[in-house]
């Protein structure tokens, strides 16, 4: 018999969203309606100037069950950390399980068909959090321009490239490739018990998304980054958060060449940022180059040669009383083995 599928909430903050939300909100029921349990879609509206309210108010949702708020918040609690604190202790509301699953994402932001049902497995296969993976729409990236795609593009080759060095360089049993290393906001995902243990989300005005997970391990928990776990978010230049997505977008395609690309390192301080100069930061003049280099590494180590088994020396096969054969000599494994 098999087991029952937990409960899932999904928490979405959302600030002026009604230009986003009808999309966003349809690509969730879907993937409600994949998954087949329990869904609750918690939109925690905060501080709204535009039609969110009325828009929420006119969804109708055929799979999930809708669940809509409208809060105000005070200015000194009026960013990111705050807004999806608030969206995801509403969320937990509607869970009762240690085993019940909490989630999150991004009103500009429409979740793959499978969301759900491949974080759910991960999460039912012993892990405490996942962390999914964030895809810009193609057309999106495309309506910003032709020198814009070019260099968001060519960032997303470095970072595809970074991912698999980092993960080669130090491998996680609970977390092998294929994965990747982001951790935003678009896709999270972590069990009810854990959320509790680390005592709901983090609150920071900026990077609450990676303040989360960082919890998550601080607390034992294990984090899984899988490739299968897709969204698709905007490239939109006006955010919501200052200091998100929005504003890196905006930074990104308007800045001259050879200015320093915000923490984007090169080979080898990029696998360790913490220790990284100033002189090692790349621009969009250098990072070609860094593209290339970071491609080579990958290729001199993937034809490595494998490491050489010592051989084990053992006793002949077959003899009782060892112990008193008195010039018994030990003999290659290889000689023992047809």
């Known amino acids: 018999m098999n087991d029952p599928l937990p409960r899932v909430a999904v928490a979405l903050p959302a600030r002026d969203e009604a230009a986003c939300l009808p999309v966003c909100l349809a690509a969730l029921d879907q993937?409600?309606?994949?998954?087949?349990?329990?869904?609750?879609?918690v939109v925690v509206a905060n501080n709204c100037a535009d039609a969110t309210?009325?828009?929420?108010?006119?969804?109708?949702l055929r799979h999930a069950t809708l669940r809509p708020r409208a809060v105000t918040l005070l200015p000194r609690f009026r960013h990111a950390g705050w807004a999806r604190r608030l969206a995801f202790d509403a969320a937990a509301d509607a869970l009762s399980a240690d085993t019940d699953v909490l989630m999150s994402s991004d009103a500009d932001t429409c979740v793959a068909p499978d969301w759900i049902t491949r974080t759910v497995a991960y999460l039912d296969?012993?892990?405490?959090?996942?962390?999914?993976?964030?895809?810009?729409?193609?057309?999106?990236?495309?309506?910003?321009g032709h020198e814009a795609m070019r260099r968001l593009n060519l960032l997303g080759r470095y970072y595809t490239a970074l991912d698999w060095l980092r993960a080669d360089a130090s491998p996680d049993p609970y977390d092998p490739w294929p994965r990747h290393f982001y951790e935003g906001g678009a896709s999270i995902a972590l069990t009810l018990q854990t959320y509790r243990?680390?005592?709901?989300?983090?609150?920071?005005?900026?990077?609450?998304?990676r303040a989360l997970f960082a919890a998550v391990r601080a607390a034992g928990?294990?984090?899984?980054?899988?490739?299968?776990?897709?969204v698709f978010t905007s490239s939109r230049l006006n955010g919501r958060a200052p200091g998100g997505m929005a504003d890196a977008f905006a930074r990104w395609i308007t800045q001259d060449l050879t200015a320093p690309l915000h923490e984007t390192y090169a080979v080898?301080?990029?696998?360790?940022?913490?220790?990284?100069?100033?002189?090692?930061?790349?621009?969009?003049?250098?990072?070609?180059d860094a593209v290339a280099r970071a491609r080579a590494m990958i290729r001199a180590r993937r034809l490595r040669p494998p490491p050489q088994v010592e051989p084990i020396l053992l006793p002949p096969l077959g003899m009782d009383n060892l112990d008193t054969v008195p010039h018994q000599a030990s003999q290659p494994l290889d000689?023992?083995?047809?």
């Not at 012993?126 to 910003?144: F, K, W």
Request: glycine share 12%.
């Open 197 to 209: 243990r680390i005592g709901g989300a983090p609150t920071p005005a900026l990077a609450e998304d």
């Open 125 to 144: 296969s012993g892990m405490d959090a996942v962390a999914g993976r964030a895809l810009t729409r193609r057309d999106d990236r495309r309506a910003l």
């Open 335 to 338: 000689g023992l083995v047809a």
């Open 221 to 230: 928990g294990r984090v899984r980054h899988p490739l299968d776990v897709r």
């Open 31 to 41: 993937a409600a309606g994949r998954f087949g349990g329990a869904v609750t879609i």
């Open 53 to 60: 309210s009325r828009v929420l108010a006119d969804t109708q």
């Open 268 to 288: 080898p301080a990029a696998l360790d940022p913490i220790g990284a100069t100033a002189d090692d930061q790349l621009s969009f003049l250098t990072l070609p």
